[in-house]
Nanobody, 127 residues
Framework: QVQLVESGGGSVQAGGSLRLSCAASGGSINCMGWFRQAPGKEREGFATIYTGAGSTFYADSVKGRFTISQDNAKNTVYLQMNSLKPEDTAMYYC??????????????????????WGQGTQVTVSS
């Protein structure tokens, strides 16, 4: 059974930066994503990485500000968040699955697309 453990959330002022980590263990996965959910809103998938090749996808809402990366030796995926805005405030979740191709992985943006989930880490951005 795959387990995902997130860390790195916290509170920051607008314009600041945070780095989230997601450590994976226990199974075979090669497609990982970051989601976020603000109170009263749907869970939004905004960054995906195919760990087989390092290819990535970003939603327009975070493109140019957030970077998803991997350390295969540590089975860990990172999310570097820069130029944070108050509207980035949410619970952040990492998710994972196995897929047979990178082009499929980068199309996975919805909650139903992923099989495994972390417990979430809160990010709060104040103005």
């Amino acid at each position: 059974q795959v387990q995902l453990v997130e860390s790195g959330g916290g509170s920051v002022q607008a314009g600041g930066s945070l780095r989230l980590s997601c450590a994976a263990s226990g199974g075979s996965i090669n497609c990982m994503g970051w989601f976020r959910q603000a109170p009263g809103k749907e869970r939004e998938g905004f960054a995906t990485i195919y760990t087989g090749a390092g290819s990535t996808f970003y939603a327009d809402s975070v493109k140019g500000r957030f970077t998803i990366s991997q350390d295969n030796a540590k089975n860990t995926v990172y999310l570097q968040m820069n130029s944070l805005k108050p509207e980035d405030t949410a619970m952040y979740y990492c998710a994972a699955r196995f897929t047979y191709g990178g082009r499929y992985c980068l199309d996975y943006h919805n909650r139903i697309d992923f099989d495994y989930w972390g417990q979430g880490t809160q990010v709060t951005v104040s103005s």
